[in-house]
């Protein structure tokens, strides 16, 4: 009654399994369907307990292939979280099932994450070289940080919630925050600024997201957050930029940086164009190289 998964199950039979499966993300409560539904099939036939068990070790061991199987079927070089969760899958399943897994062929996870990384980053190195915005968003190393702050951290999770949608990829949830800002918040000195946790760029940030408006230190604080918790290393700037009518003014801003490389990013600056053209033409949405120097002068980082 026993199983062989090496000798008894051929990936042929496996994969037709995935296909009617669920990917399991909880063992636990799958395995325990499958020891009770599997025991009540055996004791109606009186088989021996031995047997019984058997039979649950190598359904459990099926189970957990065929979520593993099932989740690379959907797996493509650009899908790099579906990747890292048929790894997950692999890690969590039992000796037996990753053994069969491996002598299969089915997943090396660390060949298959490597040769997604490799892919990525010659990807992004393009993608640098050719001043594509977008797809260096889509590519950058993701590095989600908190600010420390509880307040502003909720405002900044309820400002992505009313911005971005699910289907939507990481650059485009970038730019939607970057549009949403753009034409939902205005431009005026915010005196509500509470200092208490010592850090200007906290307060700033937190105002700005509470009662809709600010200077450029309350846009680009609360942008820099936001790019952020979007997992992207951004800093708040300090400088000048270019006036509209000639010379140069005091300014902050937010600036991304993906391998070394700056591009900048300035909602608020944004606004002003927008609000006098009638068009978002993103103008100030992921600047770099000379384009960046031509218009902001940098002095120093804030945060």
Not at 158 to 182: H, P, W
Request: glycine share 8%.
């Amino acid at each position: 009654m026993k199983i062989s998964l090496k000798t008894g199950v051929s990936a042929g039979v496996m994969l037709a399994l995935a296909a009617s499966l669920i990917t399991i993300t909880d063992y636990t409560v799958k395995h325990e369907q499958i020891r009770i539904q599997t025991t009540e099939t055996a004791v109606m036939s009186n088989a021996p307990m031995e047997e019984i068990g058997n039979e649950i070790t190598a359904r459990i061991e099926a189970e957990e292939i065929s979520a593993v199987i099932a989740k690379l079927d959907t797996v493509s070089l650009s899908s790099y979280n579906e990747i890292q969760e048929a790894r997950q899958l692999y890690e969590n399943a039992s000796g037996d099932a990753r053994s069969y897994i491996n002598e299969q062929g089915l997943l090396d996870a660390e060949s298959a994450y490597a040769q997604l990384e490799q892919d990525r980053t010659a990807k992004l190195t393009g993608a640098i070289a050719g001043g594509d915005v977008m797809q260096v968003l889509e590519y950058a190393d993701t590095q989600i940080q908190g600010s420390g702050d509880v307040c502003l951290d909720s405002l900044v999770q309820e400002f992505i919630g009313k911005a971005v949608t699910d289907d939507m990829s990481r650059s485009e949830q970038l730019q939607a925050c970057y549009d949403y800002m753009v034409a939902n918040y205005s431009y005026g000195y915010n005196y509500n600024c509470n200092y208490g946790s010592g850090r200007k760029s906290v307060a700033w940030a937190t105002a700005f997201l509470r009662d809709g408006y600010g200077a450029c230190n309350n846009w680009s604080a609360a942008f820099t957050y936001i790019a952020r918790a979007l997992g992207y290393d951004c800093r708040l700037y300090y400088g000048s930029t270019a006036a509209s009518r000639g010379g140069s003014v005091e300014h902050y801003w937010p600036c991304i940086v993906v391998e070394g490389t700056e591009f900048i990013f300035d909602p608020q600056v944004e606004g002003d164009m927008t609000r006098r053209s009638g068009v978002n033409r993103h103008n100030r949405f992921g600047l770099t190289g000379t384009a960046a120097s031509a218009k902001y002068y940098f002095s120093n980082t804030i945060e």
